[in-house]
């Protein structure tokens, strides 16, 4: 079956260093990948997506490619911030379904 | 902006007590999601409505669980007899439709069976 598979965490940071979180999956088809982000006590918010191989999703900072090859969605953030701290969830949803499958998370602390 | 709302935020309750939990999606969202998130790991559909139909269950435990949306607005997941394993955050998400459309989630219910 689908699969994600999330980098071993927690993370810890300091302000203005270079993020990466990977994230690679196993699926039968073709999916479209996702990163969500969820800050304490809050919903799962979708942070960015990617529909097909070589597509780069992008939000605040945040970028990922979809690499087939590796079958990898790496999030990456040049430079982060404080409010950055998190825990970002990588995600699967086969172009047949509508069922999200989740990586297990990783929490990100970014010190001041 | 909308949201999805969900109550009780919190929950304890005794393992072999019954226990529900709400959900009201977003207004307009035809696909409605409930998701069991177990402390450290990711997220788990356990059903998916489209309007008042049941259209992914695979997932459910259905001895214990139900899950119903009546008028295909909002939704309650049931949980009867709790079990110790069942200590969780319950997360619902809507969507305008299904696979292309993004899900919305709400905050959750954390449950805790004691």
């Known amino acids: 079956g689908d699969s994600v598979t999330q980098m071993e965490g927690p993370v810890t940071l300091s302000e203005e260093a270079f993020l990466t979180i990977n994230c690679t999956y196993t699926?039968?088809?073709?999916?479209?990948l996702f990163w969500y982000v969820q800050y304490p006590g809050e919903g799962l918010q979708l942070l960015l997506k990617?529909?097909?191989?070589?597509d780069k999703g992008s939000n605040k900072g945040f970028e990922a490619t979809y690499r087939k090859e590796t079958t990898s969605f790496h999030l990456e953030k040049g430079s982060v911030q404080v409010s950055d701290s998190a825990v970002y969830f990588c995600?699967?949803?086969?172009?047949?379904?509508?069922?999200?499958?989740f990586g297990e998370g990783t929490q990100l602390t970014v010190n001041p | 902006e909308a949201e999805v709302a969900q109550s009780p935020r919190y929950k304890i309750t005794e393992k072999s007590q019954a226990v529900a939990f709400w959900c009201d999606p977003i207004?307009?969202?035809?696909?409605l999601y409930w998701y069991r998130q177990i402390l450290g790991q990711g997220p788990e559909l356990l059903v998916q409505?489209?309007?008042?139909?049941?259209?992914?269950d695979s997932q459910l435990p259905k001895d214990r669980f139900s899950a119903e949306r009546l008028k295909g607005v909002d939704s309650t997941l049931k949980i009867q007899p709790a079990e110790l394993g069942d200590s969780a955050m319950y997360l619902c998400?809507?969507?305008?439709?299904?696979?292309?459309?993004?899900?919305?989630f709400g905050p959750g219910t954390r449950l805790t069976v004691t």
């Open positions: 998400a809507s969507s305008l439709g299904p696979q292309l459309y993004e899900q919305y």
């Open positions: 699926a039968t088809g073709y999916p479209s």
């Open positions: 990617a529909t097909k191989a070589d």
């Open positions: 995600a699967l949803q086969e172009t047949s379904g509508s069922r999200l499958t």
């Open positions: 207004s307009g969202h035809a696909t």
């Open positions: 409505f489209q309007d008042e139909s049941v259209v992914d």
